[in-house]
């Protein structure tokens, strides 16, 4: 894949990061008042007019950095300067520095301020590893400093293993759930905006038990499909069959038969750009491969059973045979016939609002495969649901958690049905 033409699409198109309102503006008004009026609605001032108000003395304070700054002087006057840089921290891994960097270099050239972050699988081991419990349940000031002024967070996929926690003691995820519930709890209260992108990690194949070149292949595609009109275009049909709809019920021929109510919930487009209609709604996040529509059913509507034939375990392989069963919108029976163990641990490390439903989702991805449990890519395959539990925040739920977990599942044998009518056949939306 060509790293160029995509960190254009993830900064330019997805994301839009540049430059945002000056954020000293308010400050200036605040402190120097009504003389700000006028002159904030020029584009620059000339030293004999900023004499002749009065302002010269005001204009020099907004020239320090302390302001943006707000004007820059110039040989005949100030110029005033009312845009700055978005802050963008790229979180990324050592395989895929070279996106990152065209991602960096692409952030400079649209005036923001990226900054890089590398993360890997031995790093995020041993910061839980190393560390004392107590020292896990402090939320670093520099992390909170970095949270409370970001406005992107780019995260190329940093953990090539998906059975990193694996050896780990629970206690030492529990320790640090605090503290990364609080540092969500800044990032949805500021909207802060995010992008999460998929990557082909050999490793990752490895863990899933997948030939790593047709898992490259998957991912690649995945990706190219998510800028394509056809994926654009499906998940718009689905939303217009699906928006305002107030009940949902999925069926299968495999004992499936959930159902949940979505009664005052948007229904939300993973179509490959971050709208100004997406922000207003407060859905600030983006995966890349994108091609899903999704909502966030009332938290405790969902009654009913779920069967999954396989999903990934977020750090703890993979299970299969799942069977969820729900009761006021909480898991209150969970089973699986291959790693039960792993489902156990899983949920023993997590904190907050996992068992409750989430997040039903479609998938409008043509370009999709199934990759034996690389959840960015099985939940965009077209022909797919998913149900999530846990977090949900951030696109219009009211559940807070450590945990978000996606099952997917194919619906060649089922149906989803919307206010008593199927929108969904055999995992082909119904015209």
Request: glycine share 8%.
């Amino acid at each position: 894949m060509d790293n160029e033409w995509l960190a254009k699409k993830l900064v330019n198109y997805t994301e839009h990061i540049g430059q945002k309102d000056n954020p000293s503006i308010p400050k200036a008004r605040k402190r120097w008042g009504a003389k700000t009026r006028g002159i904030l609605k020029k584009d620059s001032i000339p030293f004999n007019e900023a004499k002749r108000l009065k302002a010269t003395r005001m204009l020099d304070a907004w020239c320090d950095v302390d302001y943006g700054p707000l004007a820059i002087k110039g040989k005949s006057g100030y110029r005033l300067k009312k845009k700055v840089g978005h802050t963008v921290r790229i979180n990324y891994n050592p395989a895929n520095k070279k996106l990152a960097e065209k991602v960096w270099e692409q952030c400079l050239r649209n005036g923001a301020k990226p900054h890089m972050a590398e993360m890997d699988t031995a790093k995020a081991r041993k910061t839980r590893i190393l560390s004392p419990e107590d020292s896990l349940r402090e939320f670093s000031p520099i992390s909170r400093a970095i949270d409370e002024n970001l406005d992107y967070v780019v995260s190329l996929d940093t953990l090539e293993r998906e059975d990193w926690r694996k050896g780990i003691p629970t206690s030492k995820f529990l320790a640090s759930a605090p503290a990364g519930m609080k540092s969500r709890e800044i990032m949805d209260a500021r909207q802060i905006r995010w992008l999460l992108v998929g990557w082909p990690h050999p490793g990752i194949a490895k863990d899933l038990n997948f030939p790593a070149a047709k898992f490259k292949r998957i991912v690649e595609n995945s990706i190219k499909w998510s800028y394509k009109k056809q994926t654009y275009d499906l998940i718009w049909a689905y939303h217009k069959k699906l928006d305002g709809k107030k009940s949902i019920r999925i069926v299968h021929d495999d004992g499936t038969d959930l159902s949940f109510s979505t009664r005052g919930r948007r229904f939300l487009c993973d179509d490959g750009v971050l709208s100004d209609d997406d922000i207003k709604h407060r859905d600030v996040g983006m995966n890349i491969p994108c091609g899903e529509i999704f909502t966030a059913p009332k938290e405790h509507s969902a009654n009913g059973i779920l069967k999954i034939p396989r999903n990934p375990l977020r750090g703890h392989g993979v299970a299969e045979g799942i069977e969820l069963v729900f009761k006021n919108g909480k898991v209150v029976e969970y089973s699986a016939e291959k790693n039960q163990r792993g489902m156990d641990r899983m949920f023993e490390e997590h904190t907050g609002d996992k068992f409750r439903i989430a997040e039903l989702g479609i998938g409008c991805n043509k370009g999709a495969e199934f990759t034996n449990g690389y959840t960015i890519v099985d939940e965009k395959i077209l022909g797919t649901l998913h149900i999530a539990i846990g977090w949900n925040l951030g696109y219009g739920g009211k559940n807070n958690s450590t945990l978000h977990l996606d099952f997917v599942k194919p619906m060649f044998n089922g149906r989803l049905i919307a206010d008593g009518r199927t929108v969904m056949r055999n995992g082909v939306i119904v015209k």
